[in-house]
C-alpha cells in the first residue's frame, strides 16, 4: 500500500531515519521542519497521512492537529511525542489525533502503525451525489427510534445521528470515543477489556496500544462524568477493564 506521506519533524536524524523506513516501505514522504509549513503542506498536498512530532518550531504539532480538524480535514495524524503524561496524550487524541507513538520509538513500529491507519482509512472514491433541486430543503439526519437510542441511566447515544448526551445536555465526542461509548451503552454492565474495545477502536491489530484505550476512557469521564476522577458511570475493573454503569442504581445497589 503506497501512499504520500508528511513527516513533520525538526530533528533532523529523527527526521532522516523516519523517511528511509517510510520509503523502503515503499511511500513517497515529504519532510517538513515546522508547523507552520506542515499546514501549508498539508493543504496543497492532501497526503494520505501526517506524521507529527509535537514538539516543533513555529506552531507545534498539537496547534497542527487542531488547525487541521477545525479545517475538516480528516487526514490521518500519527503524533511523536516524547511527552508521556496522561494529560498530554489525552490532549493529542482530544484534538483529532489518530494515534501517537512516544519517544524513543522503534522505526519498524513506526512503520506498522502506519500501515495500520493507511488500512483503516483506505476507501474507494464517494459516490457522486444526488442532484437536489434548488427549491428542496436540506434534511437533517432523521432521530433514531426510541427503541434503538442507547440509553444508560442519563447517558443517551443516538447511533444513527452520532449524538451523545447526559441528562439532556449534548456531549461532543471524537469518532474513537464514540465507537468505545456506544459498545459499552449496548450492553451496560459488562466488563469490557481493553483488547475488545481495542477491536472496536480499530479491529484486530496487534500494533495498537492498549494505552489508546486508557486515553480515550480518560478523555469521556471529563465528558460524561459529574467527578472525573471519581467516576460513577464509566468504571474501572481492575486488572480486567472498564464497564458502563447507571450511578443511580449503583446508589441504590449500595444502600439495599
Do not use: W
Not at 502503525?113 to 483506505?122: E, K, Y
Not at 469518532?175 to 466488563?191: D, K, Q, Y
Amino acid at each position: 500500500m503506497c501512499a504520500n506521506i508528511v513527516v513533520a519533524e525538526d530533528d533532523v536524524k529523527q527526521a532522516e531515519l523516519v523517511r528511509r523506513y517510510l520509503e523502503h516501505e515503499g511511500h513517497a514522504v515529504t519532510v517538513v521542519k515546522d508547523g507552520r509549513t506542515a499546514l501549508e503542506t498539508v493543504r496543497h498536498q492532501e497526503p494520505d497521512l501526517v506524521v507529527l512530532d509535537v514538539m516543533m518550531p513555529g506552531a507545534d504539532g498539537l496547534d497542527v492537529v487542531r488547525i487541521l480538524r477545525a479545517e475538516r480535514r480528516e487526514v490521518p495524524v500519527l503524533m511523536l511525542t516524547a511527552r508521556s503524561t496522561e494529560d498530554d496524550l489525552l490532549l493529542g487524541l482530544d484534538l483529532g489525533a489518530d494515534d501517537y507513538m512516544t519517544k524513543p520509538f522503534s522505526p519498524r513500529e513506526l512503520t506498522a502503525r502506519v500501515r495500520t491507519l493507511l488500512r483503516r482509512n483506505r476507501r474507494g472514491p464517494d459516490p457522486a451525489p444526488a442532484t437536489v433541486p434548488a427549491s428542496a430543503p436540506a434534511s437533517e439526519p432523521e432521530a433514531a427510534p426510541d427503541d434503538e437510542v442507547l440509553t444508560v441511566g442519563a447517558l443517551r447515544v443516538d447511533p444513527l445521528r452520532h449524538e451523545v448526551s447526559v441528562a439532556g445536555t449534548p456531549v461532543e465526542c471524537t469518532p474513537g470515543e464514540f465507537r468505545i461509548l456506544s459498545a459499552m451503552a449496548a450492553e451496560p454492565g459488562r466488563v469490557f477489556t481493553r483488547a475488545r474495545l481495542l477491536d472496536e477502536l480499530h479491529g484486530f491489530d496487534k500494533y495498537i496500544s492498549g494505552r489508546t484505550v486508557d486515553v480515550h476512557v480518560m478523555n469521556l469521564r471529563k465528558k460524561i462524568e459529574r467527578a472525573p476522577r471519581r467516576p460513577a458511570r464509566l468504571i474501572t475493573v481492575f486488572g480486567v477493564g472498564y464497564k458502563l454503569t447507571d450511578p443511580a442504581k449503583n446508589v441504590r445497589h449500595a444502600s439495599s
